[in-house]
């Protein structure tokens, strides 16, 4: 994927001579940001220019925009813009670090939209990104300039005559505009200073008013709120005269509810909606009726998409709103219950997520995050709600871990500890072993260690066991990582029997059986790691799991390999890879490609063997020690490297490992599902397996049961 821009971008009336000025703009400067008034086009405008980029591939490393227009909080932006560049880190680097390094040698156009309330913080950003980035170019589009050296500014004034028309003409679609009203039209349009907002919220009138109605009640509007503090600009206060306007023409419902949904952040649903904001004077069957008037006034705007059907408020409409909810007394009310709703939404995903609904609680996370950031911000604002912020935190265990959001999880985690919260003992020892998790996972081992001494410790003079439990599985992780496997293998098999003990089924316990199944094999008793993989796989398969499945298959695809039934074990790491991708589970697609490449050397394809292994070496920068450092883990990759380079020769190796490296990461796992179709050279003759990863040869039946694994997998 060389783009994340929207698939479709409707409604992009006139401005072709603005367009072509940042057309211009964009072959000269490496920095370019459209300015201008809330409300006046800027988004679409950059957007449009982005796309024709895009499509006419003018950037080699691609378009990505990065929406910033929900971040509120400047410790979160560089989180924001690794994640828009579809980045995932899980080492101990700050993602600063992680965005210097992606894009040090690459050259492609990063789209900043919404920046207004991080201007400085963003400023900061994008002038260490330039600076140490000589291919990048940057699109900013706001409401200030960046003010960084080499910016060059399009400011972005209002529609003309003509296209203000035609925008107008084109939002009124089904209204009764005729040639003899072409005059109130044009008058409207004046009135309204060509700004796209206002003529947009005009035009959603004519459903109820005619035109010569709308520019009456524009003469009331304009006497009645014309005036601005000194010094206001006046298309602020046009603007801000438009949006009044539409506010007093609502019914009271309507101004209610557009006032309560300025608590979301982002995109919400209507189930939220009918939660949060009703009350005696907004009763729940009522609800959507004054929904679907507010996105018949263009003051809600409706988005299709994987979670299925969302809505979304302008910001200019949304901060309008909160100002109003402001002034009823209520804003702190309707903030906790928005907080309420997505604690009860994120442990409802925790539950399902071990369910076979998972793909979909992956997806609905992923649309949630705005809101969930909020509910985290609003508990960690009081000292007697730090405890909800640390459930919320550690509940989306599921989110940081199973959907590729260390890095964000380790910043939440560590800032809802911070903030104490000693009294609910459950919400923060569940907060500590989950930050000892993603700690493992980045390589961050200190941290790691003190978290889970800690959880444990606490556990046990609570008498929690399930806390205890979890801090013993994950201590045994950091072991199984680190190479001790003794002390790995100890450790998980006391974490399992506490597990059974309290009766705790989950993905978790699941991965704990995984787990102690790669120590086992390292251990040299592969047969019995096989037997332990496929009770996770049938335990996958009765509950819908799909998560630790793919870490099931990898140690499968493994066992399949080293019995020289290459293609069981092609299937089985295949359709690991392609579990772990769905999820962005970076750690999973990397050493899925890894064992991979082992199985396509042996295969007598050697030429993507070196792809796929230089590809995996482009990604390991990014998940932490390429394969932890540790020589268990490391066999595999020496073994497929030396018989690589024996079959192709030293050049050749480097030549394709080199084009590996250059595949970004959609490429590399297409690359892997497809094999290498056709253009590489094939060898003549392939070698047979040999010793890796444990010296013990397991049982002739397990390549068999592989083979089935697989096929029992694929019905899932």
Known sequence: MRSNLPSELNGFVGRERELAALHGLLAE????????????????????????????ERYCDGVWLADLSTVTDPDLLDHAVVEALGLTDHTTRPPRRTLLDHLAERAPLLVLDGFEQLVDACAELVCELLRRSPGLRVLAAGRLPLRVDGERLLALAPMDDEDAVALFTDRAHGSALTDERTAAVREVCRRLDGIPLALELAAGRLGALSIGQVLHRLDDRFRLLTCGGRGTVARHQTLRTTIGWSHEL????????WARLSVFAGQFDLEAVEYICVGPDLPPEDVLDVLQQLLDHSLVVREDGPAGVRYRMLDTVREYGAEWLTATGDADRLRRRHRDWYLGLATWCELDWFSPRQAEVAVRVEAELPNLRA?????????????????????LWFCWVGCGRLAEGRHWLGLVLEAGGGDHDGARLKALWVLGYVSVLRGDSV???????????????????VARAYAVHRTGCLALVCDDMPRAEELLRAALAQYEEIGELNSNVLMARVELAMAVAFRGHLDEAVVMCEHVVEICAEHGERWALAYALYVLGYA???????????????????????????????????????VAVDGGDPAQAAVLQGAAEGIWPSVGLPLFGSASFNAAHVLCEQRARERLGDGAYETFRQRGRGLDL?????????????????????APPGQALQTRKPAASRSVRSEGTAGRSAER
Do not use: N
């Open 29 to 56: 400067a490496r920095l370019t940001t459209v300015v201008g008034v809330g409300g006046v086009g800027k988004t679409r405008l950059a957007l449009r220019a982005a796309a024709a980029a895009a499509a006419q």
């Open 375 to 395: 509910a985290l911000d609003y508990s960690l604002d009081s000292e007697r709600d730090t405890h909800l912020a640390q459930y919320l935190a550690g509940t």
């Open 666 to 686: 959609d490429e590399a796992v297409a690359r892997a599902l497809t094999g290498s179709g056709g253009e590489d050279p094939v060898p003549e003759t392939p």
């Open 250 to 257: 609502c019914t009271g419902p309507q101004r209610l509810l």
């Open 560 to 598: 399949a390999w080293h019995a020289k039934d290459l293609g069981g074990a092609r299937r089985l790491l295949t359709e690991c890879l392609e579990i772990d991708h769905a999820f962005h589970d970076l750690l999973g697609t990397v050493l899925a490609l890894e064992l991979l490449a082992l």
């Open 447 to 465: 941290a790691a260690i003190a978290a889970l001494h800690e959880c444990r410790e606490d556990a046990e003079r609570t008498g929690d066991a």
